[in-house]
């Protein structure tokens, strides 16, 4: 018989927020990946623990792929970048005479 997991079981298996967990399954993105939520009565939802499982192993899979891939050896150091000096996306605010 399988394992059933709550939401935040099953967000601290995959390592996020369960809000972020609960944002993919919303998305379908769970569906996605093989993972099929079932209902409870209560209207609950649960995952079996061997498909949220191989999901983790193919997210830490992606990962390691990404980080071997990356010249700096981050997952995500492309992704992030750096500001060009001096640029930092923000605007000085106007002053009470531009605003109007």
């Given at each position: 018989?399988?394992?059933?997991?709550?939401?935040?079981?099953?967000?601290?298996?995959?390592?996020?927020?369960?809000?972020?967990?609960?944002?993919?399954?919303?998305?379908?993105?769970?569906?996605?990946?093989?993972?099929?939520?079932?209902?409870t009565l209560g209207g609950?939802?649960?995952?079996?623990?061997?498909?949220?499982?191989?999901?983790?192993?193919?997210?830490?899979?992606?990962?390691?792929?990404?980080?071997?891939?990356?010249?700096?050896?981050?997952?995500?150091?492309?992704?992030?970048?750096?500001?060009?000096?001096?640029?930092?996306?923000?605007?000085?605010?106007?002053?009470?005479?531009?605003?109007?």
């Open positions: 018989m399988s394992e059933y997991l709550t939401s935040s079981q099953a967000a601290r298996l995959l390592g996020v927020a369960r809000s972020t967990f609960h944002n993919w399954h919303i998305s379908g993105k769970l569906e996605e990946y093989g993972v099929h939520a079932i209902q609950h939802y649960r995952y079996r623990r061997e498909e949220i499982e191989a999901l983790r192993d193919l997210l830490l899979s992606r990962a390691r792929r990404s980080a071997a891939a990356s010249p700096n050896g981050h997952a995500f150091g492309e992704a992030v970048g750096h500001p060009e000096e001096g640029d930092y996306g923000a605007k000085e605010p106007a002053s009470p005479s531009e605003s109007g």
